[in-house]
């Protein structure tokens, strides 16, 4: 079945404890981007790949960090936490090449950070 | 700018009507621009997109308009449905193509049976 993978689904954490939520997708996409959603903001892009060893900075980018080093994961670092990061966070993915433009978001993480 | 204006923030129809939720944007360089429909507690899930090189699009029950000249789009849903109530989000593309996405604030509609 294909699929996006977040974990964790929910985490409560607090500020300045280094964190990671990871992303996995099956569908061999080339696209994978991270984006928060905060109530009355509507979703923001944090960092986005194109590929493997590439990535770029979205709108938000402060205060999280990224890596791709295989293709199926792109996980969401945050180093030092802060309660403004408590929020939603999406994994999205998608083909680049040949292929519709629509991206596939995974099923959300709810962080809070105390 | 960045910002992608959408409105109505919240909208409530009677079964059976049609639906209507515009957006705005100021970057004349997007050329992609995709609606995404998010029900309560889960995943935006993509349900119409469109491209600059096209004014209008339609599947089903739901359309997409573009006006590139006046910058705005629109999404029209016709004879709504209870299972249509759902937030729903405008986005337009960045400088990367469909890469770079600048989402609405997003529109909460809510169809009355």
């Known amino acids: 079945e294909a699929q996006v993978t977040q974990n964790p689904r929910y985490l409560i954490t607090v500020t300045g404890k280094k964190l990671t939520v990871t992303c996995s997708q099956n569908m061999n996409h080339e696209y994978m981007s991270w984006y928060r959603q905060d109530p009355g903001l509507g979703l923001r892009q944090i960092y986005y790949?194109?590929?493997?060893?590439?990535?770029d900075k979205g709108d938000v980018p402060e205060g999280y960090k990224v890596s791709r080093k295989e293709k199926r994961n792109f996980p969401l670092i945050l180093e030092s936490p802060s309660p403004n990061q408590t929020s939603l966070y999406f994994c999205?993915?998608?083909?680049?090449?040949?292929?519709?433009?629509?991206?596939?978001f995974g099923p959300g993480t709810r962080l809070t950070v105390l | 700018g960045e910002n992608v204006e959408q409105h109505p923030s919240t909208l409530s129809v009677q079964e059976g009507d049609s639906a209507v939720i515009k957006c705005t944007y100021s970057?004349?360089?997007?050329?992609?621009f995709p609606w995404y429909k998010q029900e309560l507690g889960k995943r935006p899930q993509l349900i119409i997109d469109?491209?600059?090189?096209?004014g209008e699009k339609k599947d089903q029950r739901i359309a997409v308009t573009l006006n590139k000249t006046a910058k705005h789009f629109s999404l029209h849903i016709t004879e709504t449905q209870p299972e249509d109530s759902a937030v729903y989000f405008c986005?337009?593309?960045?400088?990367?193509?469909?890469?770079?996405?600048?989402f609405g604030t997003g529109t909460r509609l809510t169809v009355i049976p």
């Open positions: 986005a337009r593309s960045g400088q990367t193509g469909a890469n770079n996405l600048f």
């Open positions: 469109i491209r600059s090189n096209v």
């Open positions: 999205a993915t998608r083909f680049t090449t040949g292929a519709p433009d629509t991206q596939y």
């Open positions: 970057d004349s360089a997007s050329n992609y």
């Open positions: 790949s194109m590929n493997v060893e590439v990535t």
